[in-house]
């Protein structure tokens, strides 16, 4: 089938890899920036551009923008998309991108699920771009069930599950799973002794400051979409931090043991 790429950072460059090279599936892809496009095409990633003019010849559309630019897009080209095209993004926020992109969706007449490839990196464009960065990775959807496109390309690419959610429970959960820890790590970075760290560092401190090198721009818009379950998570990880400062104000050996011990369980629970 052909399958219509938008946008070719590192989530939709890797799936224009992925796709031609795990499927014989045909791979019609646009971004912003035609030297792009072309550097797909000479590499193989990619088939032919998208076009106005193609656009009605896919059966699935995988938009990979940031969510304000997702919904710019589908409203300005809903009425070249088929009527038996499955339309599916790849944002961080889902309420945001659902609630502008289905009432579009239903006048039209195609088919739109909202999705979120819980894969990336700190590197982003399509040069970072892997046709391998989905594999053992997660994808969510928000339906009731998994169209069969999407059942015979998660596995192609290497997936290791489909989970089938709502808007609402998405971003609830990403907001703790996602967002805080690019939070966290932002946070933790900015200590004066992380200027002084060399020598004295090892696998915690990278592990913590991975995702702190982010793309400002992107992120800033995901957490304003989704600022209320952000805000709570932000909230009750300052009460938790809380306690361990007054453990260590007030010398508390028994309550920072305490304290300790409820993280060790609470690990031990999520496994």
Request: aromatic share 8%.
């Amino acid at each position: 089938m052909n399958i219509g790429i938008v946008g070719l950072g590192l989530i939709g460059g890797s799936f224009a890899k992925a796709i031609k090279k795990f499927t014989d599936h045909r791979v019609y892809a646009t971004t912003r920036t035609a030297t792009t496009v072309s550097k797909a095409i000479s590499e193989g990633a990619v088939d032919k551009e998208l076009t106005k003019d193609n656009i009605g010849e896919c059966s699935l559309i995988i938009l990979c923008l940031y969510p304000e630019l997702t919904v710019k897009w589908v409203q300005g080209n809903a009425c070249f998309i088929g009527k038996d095209t499955l339309v599916t993004d790849t944002c961080g926020v889902k309420r945001y991108v659902c609630d502008a992109i289905n009432p579009i969706a239903e006048e039209y007449g195609f088919k739109f699920i909202g999705g979120h490839p819980m894969a990336g990196k700190e590197l982003s464009g399509y040069d970072a771009s892997v046709a391998e960065l989905y594999c053992g990775a997660s994808m969510i959807l928000t339906c009731d069930e998994i169209p069969p496109i999407w059942q015979e390309l998660s596995r192609a690419l290497g997936f290791a599950m489909v989970k089938c959610t709502t808007p609402e429970d998405h971003d609830k959960m990403i907001a703790f799973t996602s967002q805080l820890a690019h939070v966290v790590s932002g946070a933790y970075i900015k200590s004066p002794s992380s200027l002084e760290h060399k020598g004295f560092s090892a696998g915690s401190f990278k592990d913590l400051t991975r995702v702190a090198y982010l793309n400002e721009n992107m992120w800033t818009e995901l957490f304003l979409e989704n600022r209320d379950y952000l805000a709570w998570e932000v909230g009750n990880i300052i009460k938790e931090l809380q306690r361990y400062k007054d453990a260590l104000d007030s010398n508390n050996e028994t309550e920072l043991k305490e304290i300790l011990k409820e993280g060790k369980e609470m690990k031990v629970k999520s496994l």
